[in-house]
């Protein structure tokens, strides 16, 4: 049972923005905090933000900060990460992922369910 499915992602200019979108069966998105993570080819994933449950509290990694965005809306059941500033380091496959349980996380390994994942194309 697919229980993450992203979308928004896409092949943009450098300065340009993106607007990711993660939507989740409600079983999965009401559990924990979720998260977003990335990966480039011949790297490891990599952490990029969290949101709590309610959507009060937001974790970054340094390099997005001030850049990215992460927002959630319960009623619809669906987390955003809005981008912006993109830079050809940001290329990527951008992941949604979420928490049964508690609250922000980096690690991967903390969060149970998955997507698919969006390509993200930053060009020079």
């Known amino acids: 049972q697919v229980q993450l499915v992203e979308s928004g992602g896409g092949l943009v200019q450098v300065g340009g923005s993106l607007r990711l979108s993660c939507a989740a069966a409600?079983?999965?998105?009401?559990?924990?905090?979720m998260g977003w993570f990335r990966q480039a080819p011949g790297r490891e994933r990599e952490f990029v933000a969290a949101?709590?449950?309610?959507?009060?509290?937001?974790y970054y990694v340094d390099s997005v900060k001030g850049r990215f965005t992460i927002s959630r809306d319960n009623a619809k059941n669906t987390m955003y990460l809005q981008m912006n500033s993109l830079k050809p380091d940001d290329t990527a496959i951008y992941y949604c992922?979420?928490?049964?349980?508690?609250?922000?996380?980096?690690?991967?390994?903390?969060?149970?369910?998955w997507g698919q994942g969006t390509q993200v194309t930053v060009s020079s």
């Open positions: 992922a979420a928490r049964t349980n508690g609250g922000l996380a980096y690690r991967p390994n903390e969060y149970r369910y």
């Open positions: 409600e079983r999965t998105f009401t559990g924990g905090a």
């Open positions: 949101i709590t449950r309610s959507g009060g509290s937001t």
